[in-house]
């Protein structure tokens, strides 16, 4: 069964709302053990910032570079069915692609836009 570009598009954006909270429920869980990790460290005697940076950014920014690269691969996949579209001369498709695009690159990330 084919599906249409307006179909399609909908199937990506259903997708990346459910990536974005589970996100959200990810960074959620670092707030809200952050208090945890402040006990942590005042009872270790090492600095707060020391302490948090040591122990808990690494994984958050490890968690935030593969949704980029993923954002990136997706990005780079609807691209490049754009380019094919237009070799091919469907210059309607290239343009719902192209369109396809520039949304995805406009979508914040979790980090971007905290929710509400």
Do not use: C, N
Not at 9 to 17: G, P, S
Not at 57 to 85: K, S, T
């Amino acid at each position: 069964m084919t599906t249409t570009p307006r179909e399609d598009d909908e199937f990506e954006r259903m997708r990346l709302v459910a990536q974005i909270e589970r996100d959200r429920l990810l960074i959620t869980q670092y707030e809200e053990h952050q208090a945890f990790y402040v006990a942590g460290s005042r009872t270790a005697g090492t600095s707060l910032v020391g302490w948090i940076m040591s122990m808990v950014d690494p994984h958050i920014q490890a968690l935030r570079d593969a949704l980029v690269a993923e954002h990136a691969e997706r990005i780079a996949e609807v691209q490049g069915w754009a380019d094919e579209a237009a070799a091919r001369g469907d210059l309607e498709r290239q343009r719902w692609h192209l369109a396809h695009v520039e949304r995805l690159k406009a979508m914040p990330y979790p980090w971007e836009h905290p929710a509400a």
